[in-house]
Nanobody, 130 residues
Framework: QVQLVESGGGSVQSGGSLRLSCETS????????MAWFRQAPGKEREGFAT???????SYADSVKGRFSISRDNDKNALYLQMNSLKDEDTAMYYC????????????????????????WGQGTQVTVSS
């Protein structure tokens, strides 16, 4: 029911930066745990960044120090700042949401499993090349 839309993907050189956005116009996100996932061909979805309802963040080792997740509840938006991009960052990137109050009382931290999230965006492709 929650509709999420990612944007901001594209093709960049290694070492470059991208900023991804995830937005909804139908629901407020203030009571949702949020996360960014990515999936490369032949691999499982990797939940590499999370942010809870209080703004606390967590990161998988693969992106720690390079990526930054943030949220703007007033704008119903989730963001991902990606710096120092590497070839291995090439993947389809998804935002995901897990409502608090329907079984979830505490948000997961990264790395997190895709099965923990109820709502997903359509994905945006990020391609990093040398």
């Amino acid at each position: 029911q929650v509709q999420l839309v990612e944007s901001g993907g594209g093709s960049v050189q290694s070492g470059g930066s991208l900023r991804l956005s995830c937005e909804t116009s139908r629901y407020t996100l203030n009571n949702y745990c949020m996360a960014w996932f990515r999936q490369a061909p032949g691999k499982e979805r990797e939940g590499f960044a999370t942010i809870d309802t209080e703004g606390s963040t967590s990161y998988a080792d693969s992106v720690k120090g390079r990526f930054s997740i943030s949220r703007d509840n007033d704008k119903n938006a989730l963001y991902l700042q990606m710096n120092s991009l590497k070839d291995e960052d090439t993947a389809m990137y998804y935002c995901a949401a897990d409502p608090v109050g329907l079984g979830t009382t505490k948000c997961f931290t990264a790395p997190t499993d895709a099965r923990n999230y109820d709502y997903w965006g359509q994905g945006t492709q990020v391609t990093v090349s040398s």
